[in-house]
């Protein structure tokens, strides 16, 4: 399996200069490359480089820059592609949609440039790379990451990586490929219920309460009204220096999560069991003060690093149709609309069983995840002979 590695890179004044002009001079040409995309309709990359290759070059940039800024460009027309098919940008005639298809996509002069081997080099020992930009070779440029993170460049580190800025700071994100571990047989489930008041209801017990996070969320949302209702160079200054932190409290609150609920799994031999909460978002309606919360909502995040946290273990996930989870007694089975008291209760009409509202839908997803385990699993049935 894939995944990414961060470092941070720690340049010289005069390296920085460098690595920062090379980031503007090969995100226009890719603006460029993407004009020339647009105009002339080409879908393909090799005919995309038979019209810009020369120009490219002729513009400064080293063969393998250039190769580089062809194909980044044509991948993302074909992301653009695949979220109108996907109707990620609305539907047909939808101004949304309207105004993706209108115009050339544009790269931000900071955004990401892909590295291969040939213009990036590292040395874990020393701690520094050696990088390709347009104002010549730079060596010796410093890195800082954790020890688990050089110990997983040094094994796995394989493929391309991207050199990015963010708010001045320089960044490579490395490609590591790690062996899967293979799949062990589950003895059951641990069934999930992911919500917003509580983001995390497992069916051994562990529960993971958002409030904490939904009370981070609401001073970042006043503070951002204050700051853009203030309006001067300062507040602005604060907003851009807060803009990413509310996004790095919640991620690291999901990891925390998910390792909890990975290592429990494993832990006890069985298996995961998510919610299929695709668009949740277009069938739940809510009142207008409801939904800035069901919108900041990271449930896809959260699923996301349960499932590579237990590929990497080797633990089994599943997920599982969501439908009346909450509406179902985990004792009897019997599902009445009625039987959610309220947000946090749940009181079955049939059995009386009572129970915490979440804990009842835990248990019945792990449930489902048994069904679906068994009918999704290859044949036991000797071959015969």
């Not at 980044?72 to 940008?89: C, S, V």
């Not at 790269?107 to 520094?128: K, N």
Request: aromatic share 6%; with cysteine; glycine share 6%.
């Amino acid at each position: 399996m894939k995944i990414v590695t961060q470092v941070k890179l720690i340049p010289e004044a005069d390296q920085a200069a460098a690595l920062r002009s090379t980031l503007r001079t090969v995100n226009e040409a890719a603006c460029w490359v993407s004009k020339v995309a647009f105009e002339c309709d080409v879908p393909r990359e090799y005919e995309l480089r038979k019209h810009t290759y020369a120009e490219l070059k002729a513009q400064g940039l080293g063969a393998q820059a250039a190769q580089h800024v062809i194909k980044k460009t044509r991948d993302a027309y074909t992301t653009l592609k695949a979220n109108i098919k996907a109707g990620n940008l609305g539907k047909p005639g939808s101004k949304r949609r309207a105004k993706a298809e209108s115009k050339p996509v544009m790269f931000r002069p900071e955004a990401a440039q892909p590295y291969d081997d040939r213009c990036l080099s590292w040395q874990y020992d020393a701690g520094t790379v050696s990088i390709w930009t347009t104002a010549g070779r730079l060596k010796n440029v410093r890195f800082a990451c954790s020890p688990d993170a050089l110990k997983m460049l040094r094994e796995h580190r394989k493929g391309e990586s991207d050199l990015i800025e963010r708010d001045g700071v320089f960044y490579l994100i490395a490609v590591c490929e790690i062996p899967e571990p293979e799949v062990y047989e589950p003895a059951g489930f641990v069934g999930v219920d992911l919500g917003i008041v509580n983001i995390a209801t497992t069916s051994t017990g562990y529960q993971a309460a958002g409030r904490g996070l939904n009370r981070h969320r609401s001073r970042q949302l006043a503070l951002r009204k204050k700051l853009q209702a203030k309006g001067t160079k300062s507040a602005k200054r604060l907003l851009k220096k807060r803009s990413r932190k509310e996004a790095r409290h919640t991620a690291n609150v999901n990891h925390t999560i998910s390792k909890t609920i990975v290592t429990t799994a494993e832990r006890t031999g069985r298996g995961i069991a998510l919610e299929n909460l695709t668009g949740i978002r277009d069938r739940v309606r809510h009142r207008k003060d409801q939904r800035t919360k069901l919108h900041s909502w990271s449930f896809h995040q959260l699923a996301s690093f349960v499932e590579y946290k237990a590929k990497r273990a080797g633990v089994p996930l599943v997920y599982v149709d969501p439908a009346y989870t909450s509406r179902q007694c985990s004792e009897c089975g019997h599902i009445d609309r009625k039987n959610r008291a309220d947000q946090a209760t749940f009181a079955c009409r049939a059995c009386g069983f009572l129970a915490n509202a979440d804990d009842n839908a835990s248990h019945n997803i792990g449930r489902k995840a048994e069904t679906v385990w068994t009918a999704g699993r290859e044949s036991r049935v000797p071959a015969t002979p």
